[in-house]
């Protein structure tokens, strides 16, 4: 844990020296967290709507979307790119070399401090839905969520991260986890009663921002606890998978 | 004369940098401006087909003086003709009809054949079919890459690279080649064969070689006249030859032994030398390159029982050192 | 003068299919966007799936972000970041010491990495497209506007991705600037939502920057409509605007790249 705590002091202590572009990367993350927020109101100004949600509930959802989005960002975005990258140098041997779980040193160099200005961004906005609607929220529920909400973007990283192991020049995998969570940033009844219950059962994607919006909401969830367990499922497997692509690395390796 | 550097000057501008919160934001406000003059008035005569050597320490002011001759700087004042040329007028005209290898950078493309880079060579530079082919025969051959090229750049060893780097360079037959530090990092072996390449090349088709480098070898395999250059002018322009009888006057010779087999034979061969390092079972001399290397070496080897003997020119860095003394 | 630009192309078509596994993750996200786009719009329209909302029906809003990412595909520029690299990496000297300049040399690769990007990733798309709206989906009422415009966006693009490049002349790190011409890209080419969803003012204020051109513009044309504040677009209207445009940021790049390079040779690789 120290050593986390070490490597994300560097970090900022890092970027701190491009002044500039400091300033200006936190103003930017910041007016792309308005990009959703902007499309819920220029949608419902022209009269149309998400079916089931109005404004201030979808915004409350978005709000939660965009903070969960940039805490995911914050702390696992770049430990894809970091890996694509040790291993194209080769750093990754060395890291494996350490006495400390390589997950935690890579992690440590990957925390994105621009990125907490979109939770900023999405925590003002879900607090100001929030007053504007009288709620019967499920605390408990919604931190639950919002824990394994993180696991799981974890999961996803984790996922490609092994394979860009294997496919180094491959830098476009990112996409396919920016594409799953667009489909995340709306809320699940916009889809197909199928694709509602194999992101609901199967792959959790729904618990980022649907399931913990809901709870704060007080909406009537369906399969609460069902989700808890596959998440937490799917976070042992893409684990798995990751120490197995570890392992191949290191055998390959030479 | 084909190439002629007249009172060449370069100075940078360069902002200081300070550490701290506090200084970060003072200059954010106003910087402090450092001059660095990397050249400080260059005048060299070159012909067709010389192969020059610039050496000197680092910072000393070669790669600049290189890169104001490329054309990629331009000088703060001073004259540069090359083949009746001013590098930074006409660029495109100019470029024609030079080579340019700079040891870190690629001119090839990163993840296509090498052959691909070469071929778009020859549309750009416009040379004829005929000729192009019968080049990049003779070049491939010369340094045995045929398969090489036509692997993707990005999968090549660095000796392999540069080996492409150089059949690049010389596909349009520039009259002047230009090299900075086109051996370093590269394996021993590529390394032979680079400068025995160039060698070729400079007997065939009269090249005029301008190269800098810190390995002595490549001086020494491939040049024929040095510039040392330092803190930005000339210290000395000469032939190689010249430069060795004049300065390298020493050899270095380092032994360790166990038992002193002839005291007498010993110690009036240590006479002869100059002790650097005088230790119970260890010596270092500075032997006088006017002495019979041979025959001490037979006399140590007689007067002690040598457990590890070792015999070292001095490197480039002393016989610099050594010129730097005279200028002074 | 005409054969180097041939064999420039063909090098782009080979560094592009140096980039075969990239492309190949096109075929992967594209589907999840196109279905993610699909069923949000259904949706929201619900039982009406003929009104208008913004002056699009369900067909052609959910076909403005299709064709609108086809358009990113097909004038997709990697200048920017190769002008970023290649400067501070030094590679870029090879552009001074050859008889070529970078800015044309980089527009015929561009050229020939998107033919093969049209093979490799556009066909497939288009078929799945086919497929899901129906063929007669692409025979779009305003194919002239629509040629013109996609002209006039690849160019667009190409220069102020250029532009952008050249950042790297006076700062050390571009980034953030870059992420803030991206940013200003994507919400003002429609990217967010069409831009006949914002107020009337600020349509007028985006239609002044060359945004609207790489994006809004062409897609807006493709699924049918040509009226935006009141104005019907004319080929002849559409030509003068984009030229407008076009000579603008053609002198502000030529000017841009040319201060660059100077600056660059006095400073050396």
């Known amino acids: 844990m120290k050593t986390y705590l070490r490597l994300l002091s560097l970090k900022i202590s890092s970027r701190l020296s491009y002044k500039l572009d400091f300033f200006t990367t936190l103003i930017s993350s910041l007016l792309w967290s308005l990009a959703s927020p902007l499309f819920i109101i220029l949608l419902y100004q022209s009269g149309a709507s998400y079916p089931d949600w109005n404004f201030n509930e979808i915004l409350l959802f978005i709000g939660i979307y965009t903070a969960l989005f940039g805490l995911g960002r914050a702390f696992f975005y770049n430990f894809f790119f970091n890996t694509g990258a040790d291993v194209r140098t080769g750093y990754l041997e060395l890291t494996l070399i350490k006495p400390v779980d390589e997950l935690v040193l890579l992690l440590g160099k990957s925390f994105d401090w621009e990125s907490l200005s979109e939770v900023l961004a999405g925590s003002l906005i879900a607090i100001y839905a929030f007053i504007q609607l009288s709620l019967s929220p499920n605390i408990f529920l919604f931190l639950v969520y919002i824990g394994l909400a993180l696991l799981f973007y974890f999961s996803m990283i984790l996922l490609i991260s092994s394979l860009i192991m294997k496919y180094v020049q491959v830098t476009r995998l990112i996409e396919i986890v920016e594409r799953f969570m667009d489909i995340a940033s709306h809320p699940k009844n916009v889809y197909p009663r199928v694709v509602q219950t194999g992101f609901s059962i199967f792959i959790p994607l729904f618990i980022i921002s649907y399931y913990p919006a809901s709870a704060l909401i007080g909406f009537e969830l369906v399969y609460p606890f069902t989700i808890i367990l596959t998440t937490l499922i799917f976070f042992m497997l893409s684990l798995y998978i990751w120490r197995k692509s570890i392992k191949n690395y290191t055998g390959a390796g030479g | 004369m084909i190439i002629e550097l007249k009172d060449l000057k370069k100075t940078f501008k360069i902002y200081k940098k300070e550490e701290g919160l506090l200084n970060s934001l003072k200059s954010l406000i106003k910087r402090d401006v450092v001059f660095v003059e990397a050249v400080k008035g260059i005048n060299l005569k070159i012909e067709k087909g010389e192969r020059v050597g610039f050496l000197g320490p680092n910072g000393a002011g070669k790669s600049t003086t290189i890169k104001m001759m490329c054309g990629i700087l331009h000088p703060t004042s001073g004259d540069i003709n090359i083949l009746g040329f001013n590098p930074l007028k006409n660029r495109k005209k100019y470029v024609k009809n030079i080579g340019v290898i700079f040891g870190q950078k690629s001119q090839l493309w990163f993840d296509i054949p090498a052959v691909d880079s070469f071929y778009l060579h020859r549309e750009i530079y416009g040379i004829e079919e005929d000729i192009f082919e019968e080049r990049l025969e003779f070049l491939t051959n010369l340094l045995s890459v045929k398969e090489i090229i036509k692997r993707p750049v990005r999968n090549l060893s660095l000796g392999e690279r540069m080996k492409c780097e150089f059949i690049a360079s010389l596909l349009h037959n520039p009259p002047v080649l230009f090299l900075d530090e086109p051996t370093i990092g590269v394996d021993a072996i590529s390394k032979d064969e680079i400068r025995n390449f160039l060698h070729e090349v400079n ?101 002690v029982d040598v457990v590890d003997l070792s015999i070292q020119e001095p490197r480039l860095e002393s016989v610099i050192k050594e010129i730097y003394k005279e200028v002074k | 003068m005409f054969k180097p630009v041939l064999s420039i192309i063909k090098m782009g078509i080979k560094e592009g299919v140096a980039y075969r596994p990239q492309m190949l993750l096109t075929l992967i996200s594209f589907p999840i966007f196109f279905l993610t786009q699909f069923f949000l719009w259904t949706s929201i329209f619900g039982d009406s799936p003929n009104t208008s909302i913004a002056g699009f029906d369900l067909t052609q809003m959910v076909g403005y972000y299709i064709v609108g990412l086809l358009i990113l595909v097909f004038t997709y520029s990697h200048i920017t970041t190769e002008l970023h690299n290649g400067i501070r990496e030094g590679h870029f000297i090879k552009f001074i010491i050859k008889p070529i300049s970078y800015p044309f040399f980089s527009f015929w690769i561009i050229i020939g990495g998107r033919i093969l990007a049209f093979v490799m990733e556009a066909i497939p798309l288009l078929f799945v497209v086919g497929l899901m709206l129906g063929f007669d989906f692409f025979l779009t009422p305003n194919l002239t506007l629509f040629l013109i415009s996609f002209v006039f966006a690849f160019f667009i693009n190409y220069l102020l991705s250029l532009i952008m490049g050249t950042l790297i002349f006076w700062f050390t790190n571009p980034n953030g600037i870059t992420w803030i011409y991206r940013l200003l890209r994507y919400f003002f080419a429609g990217g967010i939502l069409p831009l006949t969803f914002f107020p009337e003012i600020i349509q007028y204020i985006i239609l002044l920057t060359p945004f609207p051109l790489m994006y809004f513009i062409p897609a807006f044309l493709f699924v049918g409509n040509n009226v935006i504040l009141g104005i019907e677009i004319t080929p002849l209207l559409l030509l003068i605007y984009g030229a407008i445009q076009l000579i603008i940021f053609s002198l502000i790049a030529y000017f841009l790249w040319r201060r660059g390079v100077k600056t660059f040779q006095g400073v050396g690789a």
């Not at chain 2, 395999?221 to 190689?240: A, F, Q, W």
């Open chain 2, 203 to 303: 007997k065939k088709f009269n090249t005029t070689f301008i190269l800098t480098t810190h390995d002595m070898d490549d001086i020494e395999e491939v040049c024929n006249r040095v510039v040392i250059i330092d803190k930005g002018t000339i210290i000395y322009d000469g032939s190689l030859k010249k430069l060795k009888s004049k300065y390298v006057k020493h050899t270095n010779i380092k032994i360790d032994y166990s038992k002193v087999k002839n005291k007498k034979k010993f110690e009036s061969l240590l006479k002869k030398a100059d002790i650097i390092v005088d230790g119970k079972s260890y010596k270092e001399l500075k032997l006088s390159k006017d002495l019979d290397i041979n025959k001490i070496l037979k006399d140590i080897m007689s007067s």
